[in-house]
């Protein structure tokens, strides 16, 4: 059981990074990646300055790799990337 | 499957659509419809809907975009759909006076050329664009493209699928962007034209004016593009030895081309990109006054002021192609853009 959990918030965290990489491609450097996959760090949605494509973009790629179906217009509520994780954890269950 | 390849030059579906850029207008357009209304009947989310129109809107042609409006608009039932295509067709107006329409022709995954079938490339201007991220200059390419005489100007786009900058090349033209670049001649040849314009966005900005230098085109131009140490410092991130590049940027090949980077007043990061990358290369700096977005063409277009604006840029009339270099040095040709020495 807690196996199965780990993996899920792996594959979460994971879709999260790939769809930012596709959405905001400047924001990870090797160290945010490090730290980032590591769930040592937690970026304001904000201040990745996503334009509505990027948004459309990044909800697309949720999408294609959890089946979760997050809206553009949800991200307003959902500030930050540990936001997502967790609404994207939630809806997995 | 991936939006970049609902259009994509590689698959079958791109086949047909090249084939299709010789069937005559109507049928060519009919068939793109029904394909379009197939992919449509299958999305069953918002996010599906979004892909299928976003890679449209980075192929499509303004022609293609007028035709959809049209047809969608006898669709009683107001749809999602009918609003995507509603908005892109109110930025494109239909100029009577132009003889022909742009046709797209998927030449290669990666390459996609816009021209129309009159007169011939020694009358013309070809442009190279050089997109960023979302395979785009910043804005959907209908938008752009009609801007543009068809008669006047042919357009490349290529786009950098591999996300690095173009230094992993073009798929069939190269393995990187020094093979890549003088092959496009195997397909367009720049030097057939009456002149050659490299123009980037975004991640593209650079590209372009390293492709200016390295094909001595007549200008190459950077909309919010990177400064040489952040390029540098992303390929070798991606295992890419930056040195080619900054000989690249280093040298000055006779011709020279004329290079402009172009940046929004108000949007920091690419104020200080353009004024650090102009410290390095020979170029001028065009600042638009009162602009805090990225996208710089797009915020144009919003304020009704693209064709004029690119005319500037391109230094030349998008409409005539008669030089326009003057009014880049007038700041009173359009208040809102203020040209730095």
């Not at chain 1, 201040?47 to 991200?75: N, R």
């Not at chain 2, 816009?114 to 020694?122: E, H, K, L, M, P």
């Amino acid at each position: 059981m807690q196996m199965t959990q780990e993996t899920t918030i792996s594959r979460s965290r994971q879709a999260v990074f790939e769809a930012l990489k596709i959405a905001a491609p400047g924001t990870f450097d090797e160290a945010l990646r490090r730290a980032f996959l590591a769930e040592a760090l937690n970026l304001k949605l904000a201040d990745l300055h996503m334009d509505s494509l990027g948004e459309m973009e990044f909800c697309i790629a949720i999408e294609l790799s959890t089946g979760v179906t997050l809206l553009p217009s949800e991200l307003g509520e959902l500030s930050s990337t540990d936001a997502v994780e967790f609404r994207i954890r939630q809806a997995l269950g | 499957m991936s939006s970049d390849r609902l259009m994509n030059a590689e698959s079958p579906g791109q086949r047909v659509c090249a084939a299709d850029s010789m069937a005559p207008p109507s049928d060519r357009l009919e068939r793109a419809y029904r394909v379009y209304c197939k992919r449509i009947a299958r999305c069953r989310t918002v996010n599906q809907l979004n892909q299928v129109h976003i890679a449209l809107a980075n192929y499509m042609t303004p022609e293609e975009v007028r035709f959809f409006d049209g047809a969608l608009a006898r669709d009683p039932v107001a749809s999602p759909d009918r609003e995507w295509v509603s908005k892109m067709t109110r930025f494109i107006s239909k100029r009577e006076s132009w003889a022909a329409e742009f046709r797209r022709k998927g030449i290669l995954k990666g390459m996609t050329l816009y021209t129309a079938d009159i007169g011939s490339c020694a009358g013309k201007t070809l442009i190279i664009g050089f997109t960023g991220p979302f395979h785009r200059l910043g804005l959907p390419s209908p938008l752009l493209l009609g801007c543009l005489n068809p008669a006047l100007y042919d357009v490349v786009l290529l786009r950098d699928f591999s996300k690095r900058f173009f230094s992993k090349g073009i798929p069939g033209l190269g393995a990187d962007f020094f093979q890549a670049l003088p092959n496009l001649k195997s397909h367009v040849d720049p030097t057939a034209y009456r002149n050659c314009i490299a123009l980037g966005a975004s991640s593209g900005g650079l590209p372009a004016v390293l492709a200016a230098i390295l094909l001595k085109l007549n200008r190459g131009v950077s909309i919010g593009g990177l400064d040489f140490p952040r390029f540098a410092a992303k390929l070798r991130d991606f295992g890419v030895s930056d040195e080619p590049y900054a000989a690249l940027l280093a040298s000055r090949p006779d011709p020279f081309p004329e290079l402009l980077l172009v940046f929004g007043a108000g949007y920091a990061t690419d104020v200080v990109a353009a004024r650090g990358l102009h410290g390095r290369v020979p170029s001028r700096l065009l600042e638009v006054k009162a602009c805090d977005d990225h996208l710089v063409l797009a915020w144009k277009l919003l304020r009704g002021r693209l064709p004029k604006f690119l005319s500037k840029v391109l230094g030349q009339s998008v409409d005539t192609g008669q030089r326009v270099e003057e009014s880049l040095a007038d700041a009173s040709a359009d208040s809102a853009d203020r040209p730095l020495p």
